[in-house]
Structure formats: structure tokens, C-alpha cells
């Protein structure tokens, strides 16, 4: 067999456009060197010219299809996926995930940590991923070092918060933004020069203010700054629970109304390479604002099963001319497979 050559037979399935699922059956798919060279149908195909590749018959059961791409997952969360979510949002982060994310300080546990995910969620055939991390530099780094290694395209976020958390998991702000600056850098630095934004780049970096009730509005607008400078991509949680919506209000009532995305906006994090997760509770006019700077959504439904006690409106969303995707939001659910939340 040569390296690489496989001709598969069986059912395919994939998405041309965001409205048909294309399911075709008796199919046979031509792999040479990791790369698509044929899908057609098997019925009076000759394969002589394949006959050195490896033929794979697949099962009833089986099926293949692209690689998914998690739109929302915390890295440091794999260990604890799904478990304690019977408390609201607020309480879980503080009695169970600051201090589970807070280990990742200690950096053998959090590389043994992220290998286990990023083999796991490549196993699962997620072959795109937009991760957080955690408030830790070294450990983002070693996590953009395996993804890398690996070779699963990555989204990665050094997360912030510089208040209303713990004190054993809480940065300054200054810390907050010159880590975040150098984990820029350390990107740009992997990808020999390209483009740090450049759409071929393997591992890409992103803003990630964890969501806005642990962000000081300075800290906020001084990722917007860093976002403007770099061009690159931003993450948080938006209009997640009704706790989380009315904790925002509560801290900054004057400023757009104490919306997140009002907030986002005025901070200057409300940009085109921005996805916001969750948007349960999002008003009509706020997805409108977001369309304008278009920024998208990761819907997690299986996150907002457990904690939001709502679901994301994404056919209306969607309607309304919001790029909407998925993630699985590990450990706010239970597994890191997208089967379940597609
Ligand atoms: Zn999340």
C-alpha cells in the first residue's frame, strides 16, 4: 500500500450549503497523499488505476464527513465535563471550575491535561477547535504547542479576568493585557512570520476576556485596543443566564444600559472576527447590532440546556442574518463529541 492512498466506499455526508444535508450512499472517496481527489458514485466506476491504494469498505453504521469544527470549548474544563451543573452558572464557577482551572498554574498537569483533550477531540473528529484557556500564559502557550504538534486547527484564547474572581485565579489588569500581547506574539512566532490573522495559519490567537462580570471595562477596552492592533480574533460569553445578564447590569448600569453587547460595543471588542457564545438572552435590537459588526455566535445547546434554562433562537437568528455555529462548551456539558450538539 502506498502511503496515504485509500479509496473508501459507503454512505458520505456534508453540508454544501448552511440549509441541505447531502447524504450519498454507495459512494466512493479517493484519498491520495491526505488529500480529496474524487467523490463519485460507485456504480460503473473503474478503480483500476487505484488498484495500489488501500480499499476500505465502510459498514451500515459508518459514514464519513468533514471535520467538525467546536466553536466554544474550554481546554481546562475537559476533566470536569458535565459534572455539578445542577447549580446556577455563578455558583458552579466559583465552588467547582475557578479552583479546577486555577491548577493549570501547575504546568506538567495542565500539558497532561490538554494532550489527553486535543487527542480525544481529534479522535471525535473535531478537526477545528476555538478554545479558552486559562489566566495563564505559559500554560495557553503549551496549549497552542500541542494543537500545533497535533496538527488540529486552532482558535486559542489566554483567558481574562481581573475582578470578581478568586484570589487565587485573578490577574491584574496590566497582566491581564501583557500576557495576553505576548501569547499574541508567541502566535505570531509559531506561524515563522505569517500573517498572525492569516486564514492558512494553523493556530491562531484570540482576545478572550472569559465574559464581562470578571473584566474591568478598563481591561476591555484595552483588549479592544489590542484586537484593533492586531486584527485579530476576539471570544466571550454573551447573554448566557439570567443570573450572568443580571450581574452585568448590576456592575455597569450606565454603560449601554448594562448589555453585553452594548458593552462589547463601546469597548471595542464587537468586531468582525468576534464569536460570542450562548445568546440566550439576547433582544432583537442586540443580534441587529451584531450583524452590523459582524460579529457570530456559538450556540452550545447542550450548555444552555443545563445552565441557561433557555435555547438559542438559531433559525431566527439565523433568519435575521446571524452567522451562527456550534460548540459543545465542555465542562458545561458532558461531552466533547459534536454529534450530540449537531
Ligand atoms: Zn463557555
Redesign the pocket.
Known sequence: MADHQYVFYGMIIDTPDPLTLRIRKQHVCVVNKGKIKIIEPYAGRNLEEYQNFMFIRLSESQFICPGFVDL???AP?YRQAGSATEVPLLEWLRKFTFPNEARCSDLSYARDLYTKLVSRLLRNGTTTAQY?ATIHLEATKILANICQEKGQRAYIGKVCADQNSPDFYIETTDEGVRNTEEFINYVHHMQKGRDVAGTNALIHSVITPR?IPTCSINLLSQLGQLAKKYDVHVQS?IA?TADQVAFVHYLYPSIGDGRDVAIFRETGLLTNKAVF??GVYLAENEVDEMVTCGSAL?S?PV?NFLFSKGVTAIEHFTRRGLNVGL?T?IG?AYSSNMLPVV
Do not use: I, K, N
Request: charged residues 10%.
Open positions: 466554544h470549548c474550554h474544563q479558552f465574559f460569553h448566557e457564545a450562548h456559538a452550545c450548555a460548540g462548551d458545561g
